[in-house]
């Protein structure tokens, strides 16, 4: 196996996805951008890890392919039991609505629409009774705290709040995984924080597998492993201690 | 279900932006149906008003007749034949004698057709009733055009000259009963209708006519030596065919309207594929596909579309019924329109204008909506993501 490759398969929980090998170049004129070359990861079930390095190391091009909503230039990568590069724009749709979350860095709230109705949204999208997806979204809300705002709308948020709604929105559905970009860049130390223990504590009690992308310190602080990307390879991955699950 | 309901959403959400729209594409709606409205009603009403006064339900023509060639009136006599004898004996058929004439109103001399109609004829609703009771003198009946031309009130004596059938020119007085109000232009302008036993003899033309007109539901005869049959049809045809350029200079208006629309839309929806592209990104990620998104914004498009006609049903709806019940009043100027028009035109709506009209603007809101979307199959998500174009 791959020198990179760390061995985190000593538990009970199984690997849920893996790289392989995976390069991604982007044209640039004349020349082509290396963000990623050979990666290869495992990430397992119920897993907190994070993906860290400056800007430009590559941190959110590897998110995305994990996510499904791009595809390696070589290599291969496994999500889930499904091949990324070989999906069809549609199961690549499927495989996003009902297994992965996602929180970006810019909480990407749909504008017109209610709290309810953005937390609702990928519930919509699997054509669930609406008293199902109802509870749903007010479990979701609860476990962010903000149940009390659910017909307020995003302009009328904070930061935080904001974030919040966008975290509801990506564990509303129950996901296997959930992908954040950079979910406390925009956010100050105190409501950072609280958006990080909101997801250990849904982590924890929902089981659910969260991949970061950041260099905020303050998200490191909370990860149970750290993996370093640097000009598009892995640096380091290690496992924090005393916070492994 | 859940791309019109999220559809809707987003349009209802967008504000002021959609409200322009469809206060816009509404406009664009109701003059469609306004102006079609008033063109049917207008069609309807020349066709009804020419028939009535001027068609009723044919013609037979003696076959010299050719009213577009007055060359041709100076042969275009016939004794009425026994065919159709029976008809104008039971009042179901109108023998109308037209000779060509020349009077002098005011001293001036200007040509006219004489037209001798039976006084106690019902087939037509002009009211030759007036021409009833003079059997001294020559009582003529005109319209109010021809009034207004030749200076001519109702008590006026005016000299008319014509020719007899042997080519003999003999002059009289002729006074005027009745100036009539119509709105048919074809039994008023430089027509004298006088009774037509009358003109019968001054032309000396006993039991003769130049063409018969029959009652609606009056059956024609199959053929009839000397004569020709002309229906509706025929009759009609010209003032069809005028009324239909009149229609179609008329929906360059609405057409422009559209057009204005149509723009508004577009442009909105060029804006949304240019501004929006951070929501599509945010969409794909959330599962949606790339033809779910297409269709999430073409609908949004085609629903200004819906919107603008629940918003013209809204205002529309009054205002269209309303012109429906009291008429459109139309300036003087257009009595010279070129065919039968009333001082008001009341707009006639079908089920078939509304549904059409509605068909049409949905079809047309959907394709301009559906345009500027199609670069979203293009989009890649992690570039909607960062707000790259498409």
């Not at chain 2, 031309?149 to 008319?160: A, F, N, R, S, W």
């Not at chain 2, 130049?210 to 025929?234: A, C, I, N, Q, Y």
Request: glycine share 8%; proline share 5%; hydrophobic share 45%.
């Amino acid at each position: 196996m791959d020198e990179q490759r760390t061995d985190m398969n000593n538990n009970s929980n199984p690997i849920i996805i893996r790289t392989d090998h995976v390069r991604k170049t982007f044209p640039m004129g004349p020349t082509t951008l290396v963000a990623l070359d050979d990666i290869s990861l495992d990430f397992k079930r119920g897993g907190f890890a994070g993906l860290v390095g400056p800007s430009g190391s590559g941190k959110t091009t590897l998110l995305n392919i994990i996510g499904s909503l791009d595809v390696p230039t070589s290599g291969n990568a496994m999500v889930l039991g499904r091949r990324v590069e070989s999906l069809s724009h549609k199961q690549s749709a499927a495989l996003r609505n009902r297994h992965i979350g996602f929180i970006f860095q810019t909480f990407n709230l749909l504008p017109v629409y209610t709290v309810f109705e953005n937390v609702e949204f990928p519930l919509l999208l699997q054509n669930l009774a609406g008293s199902r997806r109802r509870k749903l979204v007010m479990d979701a809300l609860e476990w962010v705290g903000l149940a009390d705002r659910a017909d307020s709308r995003p302009g009328q948020l904070s930061g935080g709040q904001s974030q919040r709604v966008a975290i509801a929105r990506a564990v509303v559905k129950k996901p296997e995984l959930v992908l954040a970009d950079e979910p406390t860049a925009n956010l100050d130390a105190k409501n950072s924080h609280h958006i990080m223990r909101t997801m250990v504590h849904l982590n924890e009690n929902l089981g659910i597998t969260f991949i970061f992308a950041t260099h905020d310190e303050k998200v490191m602080g909370y990860l149970k492993r750290e993996i370093t990307l640097n000009d598009g390879r892995v640096a380091q991955d290690r496992a924090i201690a005393g916070r492994t699950t | 279900m859940i791309i019109p309901r999220l559809a809707f959403r987003n349009v209802w959400g967008a504000g002021l932006r959609t409200w322009l729209n469809v206060i816009s594409l509404s406009f664009a709606f109701v003059a469609i149906i306004f102006l079609q409205g008033l063109y049917n009603g207008m069609s309807r009403q020349v066709e009804k008003a020419t028939m009535d006064a001027q068609y009723a339900g044919g013609h037979y023509w003696q076959e010299d007749y050719d009213p577009y060639d007055p060359l041709t009136l100076d042969d275009a006599h016939a004794v009425v034949p026994p065919a159709l004898a029976d008809q104008v004996a039971a009042g179901d058929a109108v023998p109308i004698l037209v000779r060509p004439a020349t009077i002098y109103p005011n001293g001036r001399f200007q040509n006219a057709l004489l037209k001798g109609i039976p006084p106690d004829q019902s087939v037509l609703t002009i009211p030759t009733h007036v021409l009833s009771g003079d059997e001294t003198g020559i009582p003529a009946l005109i319209g109010h055009r021809m009034a207004r031309t030749t200076g001519l009130v109702k008590g006026d004596y005016v000299t008319v000259r014509w020719r007899d059938a042997g080519g003999t020119f003999d002059a009289d007085e002729i006074r005027i009963a009745e100036v009539m109000q119509t709105d048919v232009s074809g039994i008023d302008f430089g027509q004298l209708w006088i009774p037509l036993e009358k003109l019968r003899a001054m032309t000396t033309m006993p039991g003769q006519a130049t063409f018969m007109v029959l009652r609606r539901g009056s059956p024609f005869k199959e053929s009839v030596p000397g004569w020709k049959h002309r229906d509706l049809d025929f009759l009609l045809k010209d003032l069809r065919a005028l009324f239909m350029s009149k229609s179609l200079g008329g929906s360059v208006f609405y057409i422009v309207l559209l057009l204005l629309a149509m723009l508004a839309i577009f442009n909105t929806q060029v804006l949304s594929v240019f501004r929006r592209r951070k929501e599509m990104g945010t969409l794909m990620a959330l599962g949606m596909t790339r033809q779910k998104v297409i269709a999430l914004f073409t609908l949004e498009g085609a629903m200004y579309a819906v919107l603008a006609g629940l918003a013209a049903a809204v205002y529309g709806l009054p205002l269209l019924l309303y012109m429906a019940t009291h008429g459109f009043g139309l300036p003087e100027a257009t009595d010279n329109f070129g065919f039968a028009m009333g001082n008001r035109i009341f707009p006639t709506y079908t089920a078939g204008l509304i549904l059409g009209t509605t068909l049409l603007v949905l079809v047309v809101t959907t394709v301009v909506s559906y345009l500027p979307t199609r670069k979203i199959a293009k989009l890649n998500p992690t570039d909607a993501l960062k707000g790259k174009r498409p």
